[in-house]
């Protein structure tokens, strides 16, 4: 049995920004950081059968995502398989949708991620998406303002 997940999220900026805040290595290794001393290294190459690797977290802690990209139709929409590791080894694997609409200049991102394997693990991610919604949003923000 799946457990799935569905966020909305309106965020101010443009559906290429958002986009590319999804795909560009620099700007996931800023979104991932959720605090000062956490390491996040990232790697992406964003097309149809391309990969991605982000590692992050405490130095102590380190949390693993290996993606690889299934649809990339920039800017509206991004589709992906992902293999999360946990620090003590144990991984499981989904999918992640994400759609990217404009909205009178600000983007509905409608993301959709299925197969997790226990609905445990779909709250525990649930409730890391919006910091990281949160924190690219910010990033966006600071980004447009310089």
């Given amino acids: 049995m799946s457990h799935d997940l569905h966020i909305e999220r309106l965020i101010d900026a443009g559906p290429e ?3 590319d805040a999804f795909t560009d290595p620099a700007a996931m290794a800023e979104w991932y950081r959720a605090e000062d001393d956490w390491t996040v290294d990232a790697v992406a190459d ?4 391309g990969t991605a690797t982000v590692s992050f977290g405490p130095p102590e802690s380190i949390y693993r995502e290996d993606l690889t990209y299934l649809e990339v139709e920039r800017p509206s929409r991004l589709v992906y398989s992902e293999v999360f590791s946990m620090p003590d080894g144990d991984s499981f694997e989904t ?3 994400l759609n990217f609409e404009e909205r009178g200049g600000k983007t509905l991102i ?3 991620q299925t197969g997790f394997p226990t609905a445990e693990m779909r709250d525990a991610h649930e409730g890391g998406w ?4 949160e924190r690219i949003e910010s990033m966006l923000t600071l980004r447009s303002a310089s």
């Fill in 17 to 19: 920004e958002v986009f």
């Fill in 46 to 49: 964003a097309r149809a059968g």
């Fill in 95 to 97: 999918t992640v949708s």
């Fill in 110 to 112: 409608t993301l959709v």
């Fill in 130 to 133: 919006p910091g990281f919604l």
